[in-house]
């Protein structure tokens, strides 16, 4: 009997993540963005929920923030949402009193997105919370490297 042999019933071992050859997928630009991208996301619902922030909504809050007046299609294609699913986020954030939708007074067609002072303290204590989750997620790398990680993905994905 080989020493890998299972007796009657019994399972095999299942591999963990550290006993699987990962070599191809480490070296994946696509694969490790996804990972870190999902490690990103758990700390951040981890962080935020005090404040019942997504990331979809923190990043929506923020563009209107910087950006006041912006209509739903910019938001759209900047944050790479479909449309109909961001219309559903913007009623969301309307029904809580977060942003308000005015009709543009250049083109009465055209909706613009503003914060309410209720939203406008929202993202304002969203930021408080920013740096430090910021800090505490890049903490392996060095100030440095930090720096050049964002340089190369704002390079990447020009907005």
């Known amino acids: 009997m080989s020493p890998k042999a299972l007796r009657p019933g019994a399972k095999a071992a299942q ?29 951040f619902y981890e962080e935020f929920a005090t ?17 006041p007046g912006v209509p739903p299609s910019s938001l759209a294609g900047l944050l790479r949402l479909r449309l109909p699913n961001l219309i559903k986020i913007l009623n969301e954030l ?9 009709r543009s ?3 009465r067609r055209a909706v613009e997105l503003m914060l ?28 440095a490297e930090q720096r050049t990680l964002l340089e190369l993905l704002n390079r990447m994905l020009p907005l």
Request: charged share 25%; no cysteine; hydrophobic share 40%.
């Open 94 to 102: 309307e029904s809580s009193g977060f942003i308000k939708r005015t």
């Open 15 to 43: 591999p963990t993540a550290t006993s699987l050859d990962l070599d191809a997928l480490q070296r994946t630009p696509g694969f490790m963005l996804r990972l870190a991208q999902l490690k990103f996301f758990e700390g």
């Open 116 to 143: 309410t002072p209720k939203g406008a303290k929202l993202i304002a204590d969203g930021a408080g919370l920013t740096e430090p989750y910021n800090r505490k997620m890049l903490a392996p790398l060095t100030e």
């Open 51 to 67: 404040l019942g922030l997504t990331p979809a909504t923190y990043a929506i809050l923020v563009v209107i923030r910087d950006n």
């Open 105 to 107: 007074k250049s083109d």
